[in-house]
């Protein structure tokens, strides 16, 4: 179970006050390339999610976080950031920034950014410079410059593998045309990894971290925080490190969770705290609940994402066990619990709950692979969001999964700009399929995404039946759902409730939240409910019983 104590009371409207907003927030992503495309040019825009943000208003977040706007060559789609503080032109300007901040700060929304602390572009001024300076100096200190292995230095200088496939080791010619040392990226080449030993780096970010908070952002979403800091010497580790990362014969791999991250998150923690209001960081990190909860004490970072839970397939006693570790581990250092189902980076929860069995979350689906069956995906997809909104804490919404939007699944393969795709020799198609812009209209050009038609990636000619204009005002839609369950959650005060099992059944989940009781059916057949219950809300339309993958909302009479 978990606790609120009495400062940290919702106010009157519901929404959360300063002082703990981030305890019980609703926190609404925002892939800036594919939210809306205000000036016409086939990608979305800041300007463009500024026009929409009544829709988030109306919907019921509390917070929206914006994934990286930067001066990036979109190597990663925006993961690899060139410049830190500034806006890539393709996004708008610094002045677009504060506008849309401004516009959201009138509707209560509050304004999360991306920090990408691990590694940066190679188009970055600094590692620029670090390419024409010589092995050993100042510049080649920001990063992990190696000299190889072997006699001539032509093997990297550890086996590590990147997360996208392939060696974390790249080459570099030196300025005489010689091969010369090896610098380490544990993703793209695209993308070295900054050196945190190194104190210049801390201060840079420090600086970056102002820069933002001055301009009025209310936190920073930690983009592959857990690897800041590598185990020293950079030994091998010939194991996998995909998916939730976890100790083996209790050591950590050695690029990821290493102690000296924490100092950095305290250090951090103190800038904000200086501020006005509360100023939030929340930990990107693939870990296991006792060890995100590690990251999460009183001086460090605010949240950390679940992925254990978003990670669990549709499976009762799976999903319960997710639960109960989840709030006890963050129970133990006093921090709220997060929850989350989809992001930019795995497929769509609409599809992948449309499978039956284990789903590869990053490897995306070609019109070639095996499909997921849509209309199962969706009702799963619109039970396990019930579930999930009704648990205490906080929890993250990815944009367009309030319209039930289902992963682009045939996507040609010659449009795909995931680097994974190249990297992994065309085995693994990436994650494209969740970024796909999103539809506003039924019709229209780019479904009211923008005026061209030829957005940066294709959308399915289906979209249109998803659009937002199409499910506003129809009862029983996907969008109309998720207002209801936002605006029962803030009305019972759900985020700062307490979590009671009333009772275990199999393939049933059922439990308590205050006054609200909530049952999902992960079964094949229909279970009743109490005699007494006066139901609140439903993913489908219910009776007197629960059907197969649906969730119910109710009280006692």
């Given at each position: 179970?978990?606790?609120?104590?009495?400062?940290?009371?919702?106010?009157?409207?519901?929404?959360?006050?300063?002082?703990?907003?981030?305890?019980?927030?609703?926190?609404?992503?925002?892939?800036?390339?594919?939210?809306?495309?205000?000036?016409?040019?086939?990608?979305?825009?800041?300007?463009?999610?500024?026009?929409?943000?009544?829709?988030?208003?109306?919907?019921?977040?509390?917070?929206?976080?914006?994934?990286?706007?930067?001066?990036?060559?979109?190597?990663?789609?925006?993961?690899?950031?060139?410049?830190?503080?500034?806006?890539?032109?393709?996004?708008?300007?610094?002045?677009?920034?504060?506008?849309?901040?401004?516009?959201?700060?009138?509707?209560?929304?509050?304004?999360?950014?991306?920090?990408?602390p691990n590694h940066c572009s190679d188009q970055h001024v600094a590692f620029r410079a670090a390419l024409t300076?010589?092995?050993?100096?100042?510049?080649?200190?920001?990063?992990?410059?190696?000299?190889?292995?072997?006699?001539?230095?032509?093997?990297?200088?550890?086996?590590?593998?990147?997360?996208?496939?392939?060696?974390?080791?790249?080459?570099?010619?030196?300025?005489?045309?010689?091969?010369?040392?090896?610098?380490?990226?544990?993703?793209?080449?695209?993308?070295?990894?900054?050196?945190?030993?190194?104190?210049?780096?801390?201060?840079?970010?420090?600086?970056?971290?102002?820069?933002?908070?001055?301009?009025?952002?209310?936190?920073?979403?930690?983009?592959?925080?857990?690897?800041?800091?590598?185990?020293?010497?950079?030994?091998?580790?010939?194991?996998?490190?995909?998916?939730?990362?976890?100790?083996?014969?209790?050591?950590?791999?050695?690029?990821?969770?290493?102690?000296?991250?924490?100092?950095?998150?305290?250090?951090?923690?103190?800038?904000?705290?200086?501020?006005?209001?509360?100023r939030i960081l929340c930990a990107e990190a693939w870990l296991p609940p006792e060890r995100a909860a590690r990251?999460?004490?009183?001086?460090?970072?605010?949240?950390?994402?679940?992925?254990?839970?978003?990670?669990?397939?549709?499976?009762?006693?799976?999903?319960?066990?997710?639960?109960?570790?989840?709030?006890?581990?963050?129970?133990?250092?006093?921090?709220?619990?997060?929850?989350?189902?989809?992001?930019?980076?795995?497929?769509?929860?609409?599809?992948?709950?449309?499978?039956?069995?284990?789903?590869?979350?990053?490897?995306?689906?070609?019109?070639?692979?095996?499909?997921?069956?849509?209309?199962?995906?969706?009702?799963?997809?619109?039970?396990?969001?019930?579930?999930?909104?009704?648990?205490?804490?906080?929890?993250?919404?990815?944009?367009?999964?309030?319209?039930?939007?289902?992963?682009?699944?045939?996507?040609?393969?010659?449009?795909?700009?995931?680097?994974?795709?190249?990297?992994?020799?065309?085995?693994?198609?990436?994650?494209?399929?969740?970024?796909?812009?999103?539809?506003?209209?039924?019709?229209?050009?780019?479904?009211?995404?923008?005026?061209?038609?030829?957005?940066?990636?294709?959308?399915?000619?289906?979209?249109?039946?998803?659009?937002?204009?199409?499910?506003?005002?129809?009862?029983?839609s996907t969008l109309q759902l998720y207002r209801r369950l936002l605006e029962l959650r803030r009305h019972h005060?759900?985020?700062?409730?307490?979590?009671?099992?009333?009772?275990?059944?199999?393939?049933?989940?059922?439990?308590?939240?205050?006054?609200?009781?909530?049952?999902?059916?992960?079964?094949?057949?229909?279970?009743?409910?109490?005699?007494?219950?006066?139901?609140?809300?439903?993913?489908?339309?219910?009776?007197?019983?629960?059907?197969?993958?649906?969730?119910?909302?109710?009280?006692?009479?």
């Amino acid at each position: 179970m978990t606790t609120a104590d009495s400062t940290h009371a919702p106010t009157e409207t519901g929404r959360p006050a300063d002082a703990d907003w981030w305890r019980t927030a609703v926190i609404y992503q925002i892939y800036p390339r594919s939210f809306t495309d205000a000036d016409g040019d086939g990608t979305g825009d800041l300007p463009g999610i500024t026009a929409r943000l009544d829709h988030l208003a109306d919907l019921g977040v509390d917070a929206l976080w914006l994934s990286p706007f930067y001066p990036s060559p979109q190597r990663d789609g925006g993961y690899d950031v060139a410049d830190y503080r500034a806006v890539d032109p393709m996004y708008g300007t610094l002045a677009d920034f504060d506008a849309l901040l401004a516009r959201a700060h009138e509707l209560d929304i509050r304004v999360i950014v991306d920090l990408v602390p691990n590694h940066c572009s190679d188009q970055h001024v600094a590692f620029r410079a670090a390419l024409t300076a010589a092995p050993g100096s100042e510049e080649r200190a920001l990063f992990h410059f190696r000299d190889g292995r072997g006699p001539d230095g032509s093997l990297p200088p550890n086996d590590w593998t990147s997360m996208f496939e392939g060696p974390a080791w790249t080459r570099v010619t030196e300025a005489d045309g010689s091969p010369g040392q090896w610098y380490l990226h544990l993703f793209d080449p695209g993308q070295p990894d900054w050196n945190w030993d190194n104190p210049a780096v801390r201060e840079d970010f420090e600086t970056t971290l102002r820069f933002w908070l001055d301009r009025g952002a209310d936190g920073f979403r930690v983009d592959v925080c857990d690897a800041l800091v590598k185990a020293p010497g950079l030994p091998d580790w010939p194991r996998p490190t995909h998916g939730v990362i976890e100790p083996v014969d209790g050591v950590m791999p050695p690029m990821w969770d290493q102690e000296g991250i924490h100092e950095i998150f305290r250090t951090w923690r103190r800038l904000l705290d200086t501020y006005d209001g509360r100023r939030i960081l929340c930990a990107e990190a693939w870990l296991p609940p006792e060890r995100a909860a590690r990251i999460i004490r009183p001086d460090e970072m605010h949240q950390a994402f679940n992925f254990r839970f978003l990670e669990t397939p549709w499976q009762a006693d799976g999903l319960r066990a997710v639960i109960d570790g989840s709030l006890a581990a963050n129970d133990t250092v006093g921090a709220p619990t997060t929850w989350v189902l989809s992001n930019h980076d795995v497929m769509r929860h609409a599809s992948r709950f449309g499978y039956d069995g284990p789903v590869e979350l990053e490897h995306g689906v070609g019109a070639d692979d095996p499909q997921p069956d849509r209309p199962l995906g969706l009702r799963r997809a619109r039970a396990a969001t019930a579930l999930m909104l009704a648990l205490p804490g906080s929890a993250y919404l990815y944009q367009g999964e309030e319209l039930g939007l289902p992963e682009a699944t045939e996507l040609p393969d010659t449009a795909r700009q995931d680097p994974v795709w190249e990297r992994s020799g065309h085995r693994i198609r990436g994650r494209d399929g969740c970024r796909v812009p999103l539809p506003w209209t039924e019709d229209g050009p780019a479904f009211g995404f923008g005026t061209n038609p030829d957005t940066w990636l294709p959308q399915p000619s289906d979209y249109g039946s998803y659009a937002a204009a199409a499910q506003r005002d129809h009862p029983g839609s996907t969008l109309q759902l998720y207002r209801r369950l936002l605006e029962l959650r803030r009305h019972h005060r759900l985020g700062t409730g307490n979590l009671r099992w009333v009772q275990s059944r199999h393939q049933v989940l059922h439990f308590a939240n205050g006054p609200v009781e909530v049952m999902t059916n992960l079964g094949p057949a229909p279970v009743p409910l109490p005699p007494a219950a006066h139901v609140l809300t439903a993913s489908v339309p219910v009776t007197d019983h629960v059907p197969a993958d649906a969730t119910v909302w109710f009280t006692r009479t």
